[in-house]
Structures are given as structure tokens and as C-alpha cells.
């Protein structure tokens, strides 16, 4: 069978075309196939219309097997993607092929010189068959009939067409092969000289005279003389055509009646409509097509059953109050996803929402998100599971008074019939949004989490809200009087950045959401920077294009907001600690190295790790008069501020002391004095502290003391490498300490290295430098300078482990020149 329809490039035409699709298929008893046809001429025909724009063919042919539907149009030039693997783009564009390699066996796109041609193939169920005795009726076998006995072989359809006196007036190719008769031997034959039911009963009708199983829309057995002389069982569907044109008659074997009887379903729904499904639909709709394509479905065929312009549903997400526009049939598909407030005209009423709701006629601009879509009345009913209204169907119709009560009542029974399926979508989205949302507010947290610096917390919050939550964002600080200061912005288009920040200095710093410049455009929305009590900036979000914040949507952005607040006052605050701990070791170090005429001096000094405010590790050298100098590296146990306070007191003891005249011994032990008497704070420390005065012929006379401090090491002029002055007490333990100096004498071109423990107690593993690894390298670095010596040493140490240094390290070296 075969039938074809032409249709305008205009919106009306998608709905004339579902309408004659279904109302072909349904009359050729083939609506086993309607859903899927319906659906994907659907999807093809809008295309054509949106992006074509030309007159669009329709074309079905029913066979045996199955339908084939074919859409055509006249702008072969506008290609089409094959092979699609994903869900289409927000414009739809390519949906129908989707929809075809979803719900079609097969498909395809044929391109001429003047047109473009997509084809779809929907097998039926049961297309291929066991053998019948086609060939036995053909040949003139006696031998078996329709009932069992043949060979394997295709289930032929055969397909009579009969005129208005009910004689024959088309035979095809499948019933010669099932019958024997040829089409000369039949045209204009009588039916009933070929065909009676198959028990033989042909009652008649009261007062017609006509046989009643030769009525317009019959299906059941029969039985058919072939040529051969065999009466053979075979099952038939009668489909009536227009009044006075006759009526087509589809014939199978007996035993394939399932390819053309009507599901028994359709006479139960035929019999007892309120009973079933006014969907119409499969069973197993919903497991086939899946969550989206179903409801995509139902909303097309309320369209089509209402006869209305265009249709929609709408959802409530569970956190929501708003509704959602989640499927639409014949309107922009730029208006999905949006949202709708309770009340909103096209929205079931606030007061009454489990009653359906009528626009008779609807002016323009009467309902808003609706408008240019040709609506004068509109009808919408709830969708309501276990009492709660958990959204809408709405059909809309380009006539005033478009829709009736019956249609009302009629479109409530859609919702009650959709309203599970939706439920269970609706339910399902939530919750895939719940979990992005949940995904993104942990990712968000790690990143916030992973700086301490105030500027890069600025710009990580911008790069987590852009492009998520919003189309660009800035972050505002408060100043010492309470003013806001512009500190970051971030577009989602970078190179609009600073364009954006232009707008917003113009706008002020204050009062940014109530008058945004009109570069800005769109909604601005201001949230407030809080951390432990204090508001100290605000987060400003601008959306251009995808509306004001909502739902959870604007929930996930107040939690950003939080968590960038604590985030930048933390930064702030370690920033700030960070600065003390700063300014407390440069105290703590001297402000610059004095020259000398009579040795060079190389330093090196890293606090291990960024957390330490403060080292425990220090050096010092100054003169102290009458050409002498004053040296000192010390250690003290632990870091911080505890630490940094022993230092402090170290350094400046020993500097004051040693200016007052003090000899190194003496100095040592009036501090151990004053480090006893800090008490609970004392913290004990390891000192190397010495003089150095000229001794003539360029000498220095090194006078030395190693307070439980690694003695240091002098590497001659002919690299011999010696450790120099006697391990003793360290400070701040005992009571009484008495130290003894140690005398050297450093000759021209010997190196003084005096270092911490973060030196020789660099390891990796079980491997560590020790004295023994700072001796080899020391014997390697005669005739350097000092400061190369000393920044040879921290090369070596970095070097020594993978691993960042785990103490600090102090690098004295005095080279004699």
C-alpha cells in the first residue's frame, strides 16, 4: 500500500503531516506502527520546515514486512550529519535523524539534483515467517494447505482492492503467489465468488441483503478458492475507503494473523476507553523510547489528539517551586529549560491546580513566554502524582475558543496518564542535578582549599562560577572605611574581560545589581562576602543571557560564595601572619653583610618549608672595633615564634656583649644565663661564635667556641679539609657552663665554613650527607669565593633528596683573600 501528502513550509504542516501519518497507518490496520512513524515524521517534517523552508512530501509504503516512511524536501544543498553519536544540539538540529536511528530498523538520506530524500524502515514484528503452501496453491499441489506441511518461505501480504459493488479491481504480486490466480483471471470477479468465512456461516445484516463479514472495517478467517481448486485458510483485515470508493482487503496464512490483526488491546480500549491508556501507547513505550523520547511523545500526541497548534509540558523540580519547560511540539525549542512562576498564565492557577485551565482568548502579549508563537487560546491540566501537582500539560491553539470541555477532561486524562513517567523523569533529573551540583561544590571546595595567597583565591573563585553559575563575576574587597574595591574580574569570554572591568568602574563600586551599566545587561546579583562574623566583600554574578538565578541553582551559588569567603579571609589572614613571619626573620638576620678589607663573606640561610613564619636557624657577623669582627651561626631547637624569640635573644645578646668588649667565652656563658632565666619559654641552642683580628702577613687569628654546635670546617689553600675548635656544652640546659676558646690562625687563601644541622642532616632515605659528604665537596671548591662557596652548598643540599629539606639551613663562609 502506498500513499504520499504534500505539506506547506509553515508550522501548521508538522501537525497536518502527524495527522496523516497516523490516520494512514491506522486505516491500513498497520497502527502497531503509528507510534514510532508519528514520532519520527514528526522530527523530519519540522526540520524540513525550520531548515529547509520548502513544501515537504510525505511518503509511506506499507508492505509484508513493514513501513517505509520517506521525507523529503526541495534544498538538497542543506546536508545532513550521518552517523550521529550523541544528543542533538540546543537547536535541534539533526533530532530527527536521532530520532530515526533510534526508533527505525533502518535509515538513510538520498540527495538528487533538486531534492534530499531521508528514508526510514520499520520492520514489524514477525515479518519473517515459517513457509505456508503458497507454492502448493500456485502449483496445483494437493498435498497440505496453510495449516502446516511446506517449506520454509517470506510471508507474503496480499493485498485486494475492491470497488463499491465489492467486485475486484486491483490483485498484487503476492496474491498470484498465494492463490494461483493471475490478475486477468479475477479483475471484476465478485469477492465473495473467491472468499466466504471460514465456517461457512455468511449471515446477513437485518433488511441489507448484505452479508455481514463483507462490512467496511471487518478482521477474521476466511477461507479462499486458489486456483488450483483448494479452498485454504487465510486471515483477513477489511479497511474500508472513502464512501462509495470501495475497500482494500489484506489477506495472510491463518497461521500469520499477527501481521495484520489489530491488537487486541485497541478493541479492549475501543470497548472501554476509560479504562485504558488515552495515550494510546505501547506498553513498553517508556522501556523503549526511554525517558525523553516518551514524554517528547505524549506531548505529541496530545497535540494530535486535541488538534492543537502546539503543545507543552511542564515539571516542578524537587526544590524548586518554579516550573520548568521540559518538551515542546511546535514551539521554539529555544524556550526548553526554561522557567515559569507559580501563576504564570500557561501554568496551572495558585488557587485551584488540580483543575485544568482555559485561555479562550489570548491577546497578544497575554502570555509572555509565549510570545510570537500564534496563540489565541490555550488549554493547560495539571499533572498530578499522589496529590501533588508535579507539573502540566498545556496545548495551545492559533483559533480563539479553541478547545471545549470535553477536550479539558480529555487532556486531564493525559496527565493522569503521563503523570508516573514524569514523576519518574522529574525524579531523575533532580537527582542528576543534585549529584552535579554536589560533584561541583567538592571540586570547588579542593580548589578553594589548595592556595593560601589572597590574589589567587580571588581569581579561583571566578574560574569556578564562569561559566557555571554565571556569564562573568567580579569580587569586591571592603577598604580600611568600609568601601568596596574592585579586585577581580573573569568573563567567560576573556577577551570581553576588560571591557567588563571598564563597566564595572564605571558603574561604582557599590550598588552594582540595582544600576549595572549597560555593557553588563542582563540580571546582577550581589552576594555577600561573610567569614566568622564579618562581611568584608561582596561576590557580584552576571547572567546575559540564561535569566536570574533560581532553585538550587541559586543555593549552589550562596554555598560558593560561603566557601570563597572563608577561603579568601584565610588566605587574608595567612597572608598577613605570613608578612609578620617576614619581617620577624629579617629581624632576626642581619639587614646586610658589612665588606671587609681583610676577608670576603658568603651567606646563604632558607627556612624550610612555606608554613615557617620563622626559622630557628641564624648567622651574624659585624665588627666590633680596633679591626676585629664578631661571627655567630646558631641553631635553636624548633621553629616559630618560640623559636624566633630564642634567636632574637641570642643574637642581640651576643651582638651587645661582644661591642662591649666581652671575650667569646665570657659572651657565651652570660647567655646561657639569660636564655635559663626566660624560664618555661627557654629553649635550648647550639652556637658557633669566634673573632677574627688581623695577625700580620694577611693572617687572621680566629678565636673560636662550638657551644654543642657541629664545629665548622677550614679548607686550606692546598685543599686539605680539617674540622676546627672542641665540641662543648650546648646553652640553655645547665646552670653552670664554663666555656674555653679555641685559637687558630686562618693563612691566606684558607676558607672558614661554619654551617647548621639542616646541612649534614640532609637525607634521603636512609643515606645522609654527614660531615663526611660536606668534607668531599669542601675539598672541590679551593679558590672559589665565598659566596660561591656558600650557594654550592645549598645546591648540594637541594640536590642530595627528591624531597623539599625538612630544616633549615644557615651557610657561613669566609674566605681570606
Known amino acids: 500500500m502506498h500513499i504520499q501528502g504534500t505539506f506547506a513550509p509553515e508550522g501548521r504542516s508538522v501537525s497536518e503531516a502527524r495527522r496523516f501519518v497516523r490516520g494512514a497507518l491506522e486505516g491500513w490496520g498497520a497502527g502497531d506502527l503509528a507510534d514510532e512513524a508519528v514520532l519520527a515524521a514528526s522530527e523530519l517534517v519540522t526540520n524540513a520546515v525550520v531548515h529547509a523552508g520548502t513544501p515537504v512530501r510525505v511518503v509511506l509504503e506499507l508492505d509484508a514486512g513493514g513501513l517505509r516512511l520517506e521525507v523529503e524536501d526541495l534544498h538538497p544543498h542543506r546536508t545532513l550529519p550521518l552517523g550521529l553519536e550523541g544528543p542533538p544540539d540546543e537547536s535541534e538540529h539533526g533530532r530527527g535523524l536521532l530520532i530515526a536511528a533510534t526508533l527505525a530498523t533502518s535509515w538513510g538520506v538520498d540527495y538528487t539534483a533538486g531534492a534530499k530524500r531521508i528514508w526510514l524502515r520499520f520492520e514489524r514484528a514477525g515479518a519473517t515467517v515459517e513457509a505456508t503452501a503458497t507454492a502448493a496453491a500456485v502449483t496445483g499441489a494437493s498435498d497440505g494447505d496453510w495449516r502446516g506441511g511446506a517449506e520454509p518461505a517470506e510471508a507474503d501480504v496480499a493485498v485486494v482492492e475492491l470497488d463499491a459493488e465489492g467486485a475486484v479491481r486491483s490483485w498484487n504480486h503476492d496474491a498470484v503467489r498465494m492463490f494461483g490466480w493471475r490478475p486477468e483471471d479475477v479483475l471484476g470477479r465478485p469477492w465473495l465468488d473467491l472468499a466466504e468465512p471460514f465456517d461457512g456461516a455468511a449471515t446477513t445484516r437485518a433488511g441489507s441483503g448484505v452479508p455481514s463479514w463483507t462490512e467496511p472495517r471487518r478482521q477474521g478467517l476466511c477461507t479462499v478458492r486458489t486456483k488450483g481448486g483448494l479452498p485454504v485458510q487465510a486471515f483477513e483485515s477489511r479497511l474500508s475507503g472513502p464512501p462509495g470508493e470501495g475497500a482494500v482487503?489484506?489477506?495472510?496464512?491463518?497461521?500469520?494473523?499477527?501481521?495484520?490483526?489489530w491488537p487486541e488491546s485497541r478493541r479492549r480500549m475501543a470497548a472501554a476507553?476509560?479504562?485504558?491508556?488515552?495515550?494510546?501507547?505501547?506498553?513498553?513505550?517508556?522501556?523503549?523510547?526511554?525517558?525523553?523520547?516518551?514524554?517528547?511523545?505524549?506531548?505529541?500526541?496530545?497535540?494530535?489528539?486535541?488538534?492543537?497548534?502546539?503543545?507543552?509540558?511542564?515539571?516542578?523540580?524537587?526544590?524548586?517551586?518554579?516550573?520548568?519547560?521540559?518538551?515542546?511540539?511546535?514551539?521554539?525549542?529555544?524556550?526548553?529549560?526554561?522557567?515559569?512562576?507559580?501563576?504564570?498564565?500557561?501554568?496551572?492557577?495558585?488557587?485551584?491546580?488540580?483543575?485544568?485551565?482555559?485561555?479562550?482568548?489570548?491577546?497578544?502579549?497575554?502570555?509572555?513566554?509565549?510570545?510570537?508563537?500564534?496563540?489565541?487560546?490555550?488549554?493547560?491540566?495539571?499533572?498530578?502524582?499522589?496529590?501533588?501537582?508535579?507539573?502540566?500539560?498545556?496545548?495551545?491553539?492559533?483559533?480563539?475558543?479553541?478547545?471545549?470541555?470535553?477536550?479539558?477532561?480529555?487532556?486531564q486524562r493525559l496527565g493522569a496518564a503521563v503523570a508516573s513517567a514524569a514523576d519518574r523523569a522529574r525524579l531523575r533529573t533532580s537527582e542528576r542535578e543534585r549529584r552535579g551540583w554536589l560533584g561541583f561544590l567538592a571540586e570547588a571546595g579542593v580548589l578553594l582549599g589548595g592556595s593560601l595567597d589572597q590574589e589567587m583565591t580571588m581569581a579561583i573563585t571566578g574560574q569556578i562560577v564562569v561559566p557555571r553559575l554565571a556569564t562573568w563575576c567580579a569580587v569586591y574587597l571592603d577598604d580600611s572605611r568600609g568601601e568596596s574595591v574592585l579586585q577581580q574580574v573573569w568573563h567567560r569570554d576573556e577577551q570581553a574581560t576588560g571591557a567588563l572591568r571598564e563597566a564595572l568602574v564605571r558603574s561604582g563600586s557599590q550598588g552594582v545589581a540595582e544600576s549595572p551599566d549597560e555593557r553588563l545587561g542582563g540580571d546582577v546579583l550581589d552576594l555577600p562576602l561573610t567569614a566568622r562574623g564579618r562581611r568584608f566583600g561582596v561576590l557580584t554574578l552576571g547572567r546575559t543571557q540564561q535569566g536570574p538565578l533560581y532553585g538550587e541553582a541559586l543555593v549552589v551559588a550562596e554555598a560558593i560564595t560561603r566557601r570563597a569567603a572563608l577561603a579568601i579571609d584565610n588566605a587574608h589572614v595567612h597572608g598577613e601572619l605570613q608578612a609578620v613571619g617576614e619581617a620577624l626573620q629579617r629581624g632576626l638576620l642581619p639587614a646586610r653583610i658589612p665588606a671587609s678589607e681583610t676577608f670576603e663573606v658568603g651567606v646563604v640561610y632558607e627556612a624550610a618549608g612555606e608554613r615557617a613564619l620563622a626559622g630557628g636557624d641564624f648567622y651574624d657577623i659585624f665588627p666590633v672595633g680596633s679591626g676585629r669582627w664578631c661571627f655567630a651561626v646558631g641553631d635553636v631547637c624548633g621553629t616559630g615564634a618560640e623559636a624566633a624569640a630564642v634567636t632574637g635573644l641570642a643574637r642581640h645578646t651576643v651582638r651587645a656583649l661582644a661591642l662591649t668588649g666581652f671575650p667569646v667565652a665570657a659572651t657565651l656563658e652570660r647567655l646561657n644565663t639569660a636564655i635559663l632565666d626566660e624560664g618555661e619559654r627557654a629553649r635550648f641552642l647550639t652556637l658557633v661564635c669566634g673573632t677574627l683580628e688581623p695577625a700580620g702577613g694577611g693572617r687572621l687569628r680566629l678565636t673560636l667556641v662550638s657551644a654543642g654546635h657541629p664545629p665548622p670546617f677550614v679548607v686550606r689553600r692546598g685543599g686539605l679539609v680539617e674540622r676546627v675548635g672542641r665540641p662543648q656544652s650546648l646553652l640553655g640546659v645547665w646552670d653552670d657552663v664554663t666555656f674555653v676558646a679555641d685559637e687558630h690562625v686562618l693563612e691566606r687563601g684558607d676558607l672558614l665554613v661554619a654551617v647548621t644541622d639542616g646541612v649534614l642532616e640532609r637525607r634521603e632515605g636512609l643515606r645522609m650527607l654527614g660531615e663526611e659528604g660536606l668534607e668531599a665537596d669542601l675539598a672541590q671548591v679551593v679558590g672559589l669565593p665565598a659566596q660561591a662557596v656558600a650557594d654550592r652548598i645549598r645546591r648540594l643540599v637541594s640536590g642530595f633528596a627528591s624531597t623539599a629539606p625538612a630544616d633549615d639551613m644557615a651557610v657561613l663562609a669566609i674566605r681570606v683573600p
Not at 482487503?249 to 490483526?261: H, S
Open 249 to 261: 482487503v489484506l489477506l495472510v496464512p491463518a497461521a500469520r494473523r499477527a501481521l495484520l490483526e
Open 273 to 411: 476507553p476509560e479504562r485504558h491508556d488515552p495515550l494510546g501507547l505501547r506498553e513498553d513505550a517508556l522501556e523503549r523510547l526511554g525517558f525523553q523520547a516518551y514524554l517528547d511523545l505524549v506531548v505529541e500526541r496530545a497535540r494530535d489528539q486535541l488538534g492543537g497548534h502546539a503543545a507543552y509540558l511542564l515539571l516542578v523540580r524537587d526544590l524548586d517551586a518554579d516550573y520548568e519547560v521540559s518538551t515542546v511540539s511546535g514551539l521554539d525549542s529555544g524556550i526548553r529549560g526554561s522557567h515559569l512562576e507559580p501563576g504564570t498564565p500557561g501554568t496551572p492557577p495558585v488557587r485551584n491546580p488540580h483543575l485544568p485551565t482555559t485561555l479562550t482568548d489570548v491577546a497578544e502579549g497575554d502570555v509572555p513566554w509565549l510570545a510570537g508563537e500564534e496563540v489565541r487560546s490555550l488549554l493547560v491540566a495539571p499533572v498530578v502524582m499522589e496529590q501533588r501537582v508535579i507539573g502540566a500539560l498545556g496545548v495551545t491553539s492559533d483559533r480563539a475558543a479553541g478547545f471545549d470541555d470535553e477536550q479539558a477532561v480529555h487532556l
